[in-house]
């Protein structure tokens, strides 16, 4: 039995995996595919992947790209959400917030530097025409950090998956202004070089055990009920994320890594681009 480490985050992209871990299907192939769940997110999980911590990460394509880029010795192996992540952006629903322009130069809490929370705030700054030098952040590590520092006034405002934090708009804990989409595909599977060279065929089993459930994922009976249960969401919504929602079995094209690497050092996130080869394997 060959032990493999995977992470990513604990929300409902990620059933798939749980599914076929649960199932047996990677024991059958004879690998312990060991899952982490990693609250804090994008940062964190490419630490992770740098600090020999994990050998799979299912990460935040922005994040994995900036962070290989700087020097993590990682690849991204495969696309595994095509569609775009929405970022809904929350205030505290007590606070006197209410549209995205009264967010202005105010401060964003965020998970960690180099994380989702981090990054797409810069997309998000572009897109309201805001100087990002201008930006500001407070760290909080997870969704929890946020409702605390929003509730004390420490941050003004948090992007996060909308439908994650549906939830904490529905109890009255945070208000909705608006929405952020990633302008490219959100998910992807990065593999620590080392991984990639040394068990080229385990990574393969991986990958088709873990395609063949996210090509018939929508179909499983009842999905989106045990999704609703699983990560406590109203029903309505989970549909409507399921009809947003767009798994990938291929591999991350060269003209989209183009869009993301040109939009990236654009907004100063990045200080170089680099070839295609050092990012995708």
């Excluded at 992209?13 to 690998?31: K, M």
């Excluded at 769940?37 to 790209?65: H, N, S, Y």
């Excluded at 952040?137 to 003004?156: H, M, P, Q, R, S």
């Amino acid at each position: 039995m060959k032990a493999i480490r995977i992470v990513g985050v604990p929300e409902h992209f990620n059933l798939p995996w749980h599914l076929c871990i649960d199932d047996g299907e990677f024991e059958e192939a004879g690998i312990d595919l060991q899952w982490t769940d990693v609250p804090e997110g994008t940062g964190k999980m490419c630490q992770m992947l740098r600090d020999g911590e994990t050998d799979i990460a299912v990460i935040l394509t922005e994040g994995i790209v900036k962070d290989i880029i700087a020097g993590n010795h990682s690849k991204i192996i495969q696309v595994y959400v095509k569609s775009p992540l929405i970022w809904g952006i929350h205030v505290d629903a007590k606070s006197n917030y209410k549209t995205i322009d009264d967010l202005k130069n105010t401060k964003a809490a965020i998970s960690r530097y180099g994380s989702g929370s981090h990054l797409m705030s810069f997309v998000n700054a572009q897109n309201n025409n805001w100087n990002t030098k201008n930006l500001q952040f407070e760290i909080v590590n997870t969704i929890n950090g946020a409702v605390d520092a929003l509730t004390a006034g420490k941050a003004d405002y948090f992007m996060w998956e909308r439908f994650m934090t549906k939830p904490l708009v529905d109890n009255g804990t945070f208000r909705k202004v608006d929405d952020c989409p990633t302008p490219w595909p959100c998910f992807v599977i990065a593999v620590r070089n080392e991984i990639l060279e040394n068990e080229t065929a385990v990574i393969k089993q991986i990958l088709d055990i873990i395609n063949t459930t996210t090509e018939e994922f929508k179909q499983i009976p009842s999905i989106d009920r045990t999704l609703a249960s699983k990560y406590n969401q109203k029903l309505e919504d989970i549909q409507e994320w399921l009809s947003l929602t767009h798994w990938s079995q291929d591999q991350l094209d060269e003209k989209t890594l183009d869009k993301i690497q040109k939009q990236l050092h654009t907004l100063n996130i990045i200080e170089k681009t680099a070839p295609y080869e050092t990012i995708v394997k």
